[in-house]
Structure formats: structure tokens, C-alpha cells
């Protein structure tokens, strides 16, 4: 089932893994056989696909969320802002509502979801998630440059954020600069946010 806007000539990547050391190679354009392009890379020794995400698998985010954001973001927020940002208990008809405004990708490997990434037509970021147990292999720069590509080619000219404490250093990394704070309200708790942005220079990005 589609979700969000159409990326239809999303890459699929076919990487080519050294044996000895499970590195990734390189990726290699090729036609996709469906709207929604997949891709598979090595990370780490793991071979993961990116692939869009369905709409029935909103529950299986939902709870990827919950896990991520109680184990990974701890030590820089306390358990009630952990709660207030993810929330055990949701409103899944709701929630998946609003995912479905957007283009939505996961991370998938050994047939489980292991990150997601979910970016609207005008290039904003709205979440990007990665299994706790799966961090530190390169799949969220992988979701975050299939997310860039697919925002390019729904014509935004960049990608901005809101950034948690935790995630800020990552998207450093990944070329986004910080251009001011921004204040969110969640069920009563307020959290500060950096704005970030990224240009989307022609012939900069894959995919």
C-alpha cells in the first residue's frame, strides 16, 4: 500500500560486501520493479534493505519508537520526558493517520524492521529511528540519505530537522548545520529542539 507522497525512481542499491571484512562497496543504479524502489546494504557484516514502509507495519514503528527513544535518548532526558515523548500507550489509528502524510521508509533485516526513517514533501524531517541494538552500523545514515533522495526528487531544495540533544551530533556528521532552537510541547512537558538544515545541491545526492 502507497503512503505519502510518490517517490517513484527511488534507487534500488545493490552492494557489493569484501568478503573478508563485510565492507560496504559501492551501489549500483538499476531499474526498480516497483513505485516504491528498495535498496540493500551492508552495514557491519549485516545485509539490510530500505524499502517503503506499509501500512500495516505502523504498529511494528510504533513500538521500534517507544523501544529506541526509552533506551537511546536516556541519558539526556529524564523518564518523564521519555514518557511525554514516547508514550507507551498511543493512539494507533492516529498515529498511523499521520504517518501516511508522508514518505516512509524502513530498515529491514532478517525480515524484522529495525529503523525508520519519515520525511514530508517539503523536505522536513519529521522522524528517523534506529533499533537501539542496531546503532553505530550506518543503517540511519542509510535512511537518512534515502529520505534526502527522496525529498529531492519531490522537489525540496533542502531537508530541516528538529533535533533532539541526543541526535544532534549525528546529523553534524551527516552535513546539517545547526540555524536556531525551536520549543515543543508534548502532553504538558516542553522540550528544546535544534533546527537543523541541509541544502540539497544538485549531483550531492545518491540514490
Known sequence: ??????????YVGQVICSALFFLCRKSVSENAQNAYASSRT???GIIMQIREMYANECGTVAALIYRTVHTTCS??????????????TIDLKKFCKTLLKSSNFVAVEGGAIIGFAS?????YLNRLYVHNNFQ???????????????????????????????????????GYTKSGVSVMER?????????????????????
Open 75 to 88: 541519558a539526556d532526558y529524564t523518564r518523564a520526558e521519555l514518557d511525554a515523548w514516547a508514550p507507551e
Open 42 to 44: 551492508c552495514t557491519g
Open 119 to 123: 520525511i514530508g514533501s517539503g523536505g
Open 136 to 174: 553505530g552500523r550506518g543503517i540511519g545514515a542509510e535512511l537518512l540519505r534515502r529520505a534526502e533522495a527522496c525529498a529531492a526528487q519531490l522537489g525540496a531544495k533542502s531537508v530541516t530537522l528538529d533535533s533532539s540533544k541526543t541526535a544532534e551530533g549525528f546529523y553534524r556528521r551527516m
Open 187 to 207: 502532553s504538558g512537558v516542553y522540550f528544546r529542539n535544534a533546527i537543523m538544515k541541509k541544502d540539497l545541491l544538485k549531483g550531492e545526492i545518491h540514490g
Open 1 to 10: 500500500m502507497h503512503n505519502g507522497p510518490t517517490c517513484t525512481k527511488v
